[in-house]
């Protein structure tokens, strides 16, 4: 079976949660019999495709880019050309220009699109996109969602629930490095082993404004892994309030990653707004048996972090009481511990990148023999 993978950005171009569901997928599904390909776009001169993690990855021309959504003349001839050879589509949302892909080169294949996450920000663009966004999700066999939680509490989703199935994102520990103990040593003699961990791309809806907030006044070391639009505002934060708790690392390293993942006490994943749609630095946390506080924003978030008994979930929006629940880990090394050893059961037993890719196989052969038999 051929499965065509389709989204504006992917491996090894950029580094995101959706980049990386895509990467997991492809590369798991060969084991099943599955070959995957990708098609997604770039603005850089680069080769048109290459070979990555045993699947190949096309890249189309970056022509525009209007309000985070890609534009790209040449990717309709590519896609048209790739979408023949393929068995299934397999369609990651949200990208507005896909749906026009999708209608202009008149698919026949079997579709299914992962829902990522509702479009949250563009609330005015979004009144334009709806009648297409809906003649899209109308026309594809099925739309997976990634967890219960997002299910319940998407209008978009409970609109088409009839086609709606349940997959949970899943991660293969065993893709990810081992640090030798020179590079745990190097990471404990800088920070110790007790501080806290974020790790994510540093965006508006990350909630890392209220990190910094709740952790002014304590003496809680607080590691911050990764880049993104709001750095220098976040930055420009803790120069104002003279804290030197708050330790910015930029992008890392995978094998620096999982040193960090290691040694902290926690991982920290304050996103406030349903743009968070599944948390997958949050997931590694539980991966690598570590407690976890996060925010009920009705997201997957709360369906990988259970309040009391893999970690903490508190109120969006609310300083004091991530603070509360920093200090409570901070206090409580047996309550860490039994947390941590809980998030790791709940991860094998739920989130593991064999049982997603399992699940994504079973319904393409599903969606297949739908289509014979029609």
Sequence with gaps: MRVLHFFKTSFPDTVGGIEQVIDQIARCSSKFGVTSEVLSLTPERVERTIEINGYLVHRARLDLQIASTGFSASAFLRFSQLAKNADVIHYHFPWPFMDVVHFATRVKKPTVVTYHSDIIRQKYLLKLYRPLKNKFLSSVDRIVATSPNYLATSDVLIRFSDKV??????????????????????????????????????????????????????????????????????????????????HFMGHLDDIDKVALLTLCIGVVFPSNLRSEAFGISLLEGAMYGKPMISSQIGTGTTFI?????????????????????????????????????????????????EQMVKSYVDLYGELVKQHQST
Excluded at 172 to 190: G, H, M, N, T, V
Excluded at 217 to 234: M, N, R, S
Excluded at 318 to 337: F, G, I, K, N, T
Aim: charged content about 20%.
């Design 165 to 246: 199935s349940v997959i949970p994102i899943g991660l293969d520990k065993a893709s990810y490095p081992q640090p030798e103990p020179e590079r745990l040593q190097y990471w404990r003699e800088i920070f110790g082993t007790k501080f806290f961990l974020f790790v994510g791309v540093l965006r508006y809806y990350k909630g890392l404004h209220l990190l910094i907030e709740a952790s002014h006044g304590t003496e809680y070391p607080v590691v911050i892994v990764g880049a993104g639009p709001i750095e220098q505002e976040l930055k420009e934060q803790v120069a104002k309030l003279g804290m030197r708790n708050i």
């Design 305 to 353: 972090n259970i309040h009391g008994e893999t970690g903490l979930v508190i109120q969006p929006h609310d300083p004091a009481a991530l603070r509360q629940a920093m200090q409570y880990l901070w206090e409580h090394p047996a309550e860490v511990s039994v947390m941590g050893k809980c998030a790791e059961e709940r991860y094998w037993k739920y989130f593991t990148a």
